[in-house]
């Protein structure tokens, strides 16, 4: 007869301890030590090797608070009129995304208890999928802190986003946790971690061997075009009439800077106003991009007057010399709460409601602009974080990407550096040059490889200027999507499935 074996349970002081260290290893490998995601797990793991489910779940809630305070901390500084209702927003903000670690942590137990040490491979599979649901809904998606961003700064470790997305670095980084967990009790285990570094690393290296050859090629057949970011450095306090002036001359000083410019980019919001035919921000944005004979690509507010209903869209404009605006963008995924309150095209009563937010609508259509027979896609803000609208547009024939955003309002926090460097990990999956602009920065180009060219630094008036060449690889990424994201999801449901239906076991 089998003898059952019940692990101790911990303390619930160390308990708290333990899901305290591992939140602040997490927000660690975020901002500081990128690296140390390799390990951040590991204190929850141990939890969840010693702990009931229904103490795992407050556990990982607590884990998942001490990482999304300090890292989502950038909203409180914005200026609402109602700050009451701001607080409440962050703090249910905190909640929605601490709450999928508290369900990891849970149901990882459950399938362990269930069905033995297999669990530790479900808990795997499970946290990526539960970070791949968190992104799927545009009207409450947010997949900012996914653990994979923190691998970004290590150039051969990412290369592996073209097949698998932003999905394959998360699963390195928690296959990592796992097996150096488990390798404590099975050191044999080590090997695993060895034996993946070392594909991803020689993948790395021929990927970017031969992108750096396809470049060349593409180089000698002459198609480019010079791409001028102007980042004005405008506080969002700065009267109308001053911000204006302000920005005139700034692009004086950029258009004598570089003559041969092709094309150049402002940043969202870039000017006060309806962007409106005649209206003075058309007009002195067309004024502005006749004297210098070079298109001007913008973001601004639209208004619409459709179906006795007045729409205000957050937009990008391109006005070209002597044409004016010529194309349009209206952004399709607007910040839940801070532009729109979610839902609210289905609940109709959450229109009525104020609580400081904006009112804006969402676009319909995705747009690709051309500029000497060069096409395109802009992104608003944090459009950036989300992949499958930047590889639809690139399926759809975008040559380059372009992200305007203005994250002024967030101060010298981390938000803009958390921000910039979500728009790298775009460029690597779609293979295509990405084009920042920010207002009070962070701007930059970043190469199909995910290195960065031309980095500003927050809050300094800076002209950055490249010639941008067209992406012609179409990646399994982009041409496939999020497969890898729906496998994890699959084998997660499996998982769950086996162990509710499966016997319990006694030991693991």
């Not at 990128?34 to 390990?39: G, N």
């Not at 690393?201 to 010079?226: A, D, H, P, V, W």
């Not at 800076?462 to 084998?491: H, N, R």
Request: proline letters at 6%; one cysteine or more; hydrophobic letters at 45%.
């Amino acid at each position: 007869m089998q003898r059952h074996i019940q692990k101790s349970e911990i303390s619930p002081p160390l308990g708290i301890l333990l899901s305290v260290v591992s939140g602040l290893l997490l927000f660690s490998s975020f901002v500081y030590f990128p690296y140390l995601s390799f390990i951040s797990f590991i204190p929850l793991l141990f939890l969840i090797d010693a702990s009931s489910p229904a103490k795992l779940f407050f556990y990982g809630l607590l884990a998942g608070f001490t990482l999304y305070i300090p890292l989502l901390s950038f909203v409180l500084v914005m200026e609402v009129p109602i700050r009451f209702y701001l607080y409440l927003g962050v703090f249910l903000l905190w909640l929605y995304l601490s709450l999928y670690y508290g369900l990891w942590c849970s149901i990882t137990k459950i399938i362990l208890e269930r069905s033995g040490s297999f669990g530790w491979i479900s808990s795997i599979v499970l946290f990526v999928s539960l970070e791949f649901l968190r992104s799927l809904t545009r009207e409450i998606g947010f997949p900012w802190g996914t653990i994979g961003y923190t691998l970004v700064p290590q150039k051969y470790l990412i290369q592996i986003a073209d097949v698998t997305g932003i999905a394959g670095l998360s699963f390195l980084v928690i296959f990592t946790n796992v097996v150096l967990y488990n390798s404590f009790k099975r050191p044999v285990l080590i090997i695993l971690p060895i034996l993946i570094f070392s594909g991803v690393m020689g993948y790395s290296r021929c990927r970017i061997e031969s992108l750096q050859k396809l470049q060349f090629t593409t180089r000698n057949q002459g198609t480019k075009i010079t791409v001028l970011v102007v980042q004005p450095n405008i506080s969002p306090d700065i009267k109308r009439r001053v911000e204006m002036n302000t920005r005139k001359r700034v692009l004086k000083k950029a258009s004598q800077t570089e003559p041969q410019t092709d094309l150049i980019v402002w940043p969202e919001s870039a000017l006060p106003g309806y962007m409106i035919e005649g209206g003075e921000p058309e007009r002195i944005t067309r004024q502005i991009a006749d004297s210098l004979r070079v298109p001007i690509l913008m973001g601004g507010s639209r208004i619409s007057f459709e179906e006795k209903r007045t729409k205000v869209y957050n937009s990008a404009f391109l006005v070209e010399p002597h044409k004016g605006i010529t194309e349009f963008y209206d952004k399709i995924y607007l910040v839940p709460f801070g532009e729109r309150l979610p839902l609210d095209e289905f609940f109709p009563a959450l229109q009525k409601l104020e609580f400081g937010q904006g009112r804006f609508s969402p676009g319909e259509r995705r747009t690709l602009f051309t500029v000497n027979g060069m096409r395109f896609g802009v992104l608003i803000c944090f459009e950036s974080i989300f992949p499958r609208h930047v590889r639809k547009l690139v399926k759809e024939g975008a040559d380059f990407m372009v992200n305007i955003t203005d994250d002024s309002w967030f101060g010298r926090t981390f938000g803009p550096y958390e921000h910039a460097r979500m728009a790298v990990l775009r460029a690597v999956e779609t293979r295509r040059t990405f084009v920042r602009c920010g207002n009070t920065g962070i701007s930059y180009i970043a190469t199909p490889e995910g290195e960065i060219k031309h980095r500003t630094e927050l809050f300094e008036e800076a002209v950055i200027s490249d010639d941008i060449y067209p992406g012609s690889t179409e990646t399994p990424y982009t041409k496939y999507g999020d497969v890898f994201s729906y496998i994890m999801l699959i084998i997660a449901v499996i998982c769950i499935t086996g162990a509710v239906y499966g016997r319990r076991t006694s030991r693991y």
